[in-house]
């Protein structure tokens, strides 16, 4: 007879503590930097902003890498 190991989802998956401590460390940073942008363009004025291209409504889409406006698509010539 034969016995059939079973392996739970933890195990399946081990990642050492210093690694899990780094994901968790270089999303911190990710975010940080994403408020930080954010809260700059938001002190930005209106017309400043229109300068650049951006709406007030559009800072926390943009600054959070919302598909919407990603360059790397591939359909930069669509909206031209």
Known sequence: MSTAS??????????PLAGRILSILGAFVIRW????ASRALAGLS???LKDMG???GEIDPLVGGSPAYRT????DD???
């Open 6 to 15: 079973v392996r739970s989802p933890a195990s399946s998956r081990k990642q």
């Open 33 to 36: 930097r994403r408020y930080r």
């Open 46 to 48: 209106d017309y400043m």
């Open 54 to 56: 951006v709406s007030s």
């Open 72 to 75: 790397d698509r591939g359909d």
């Open 78 to 80: 669509a909206d031209a």
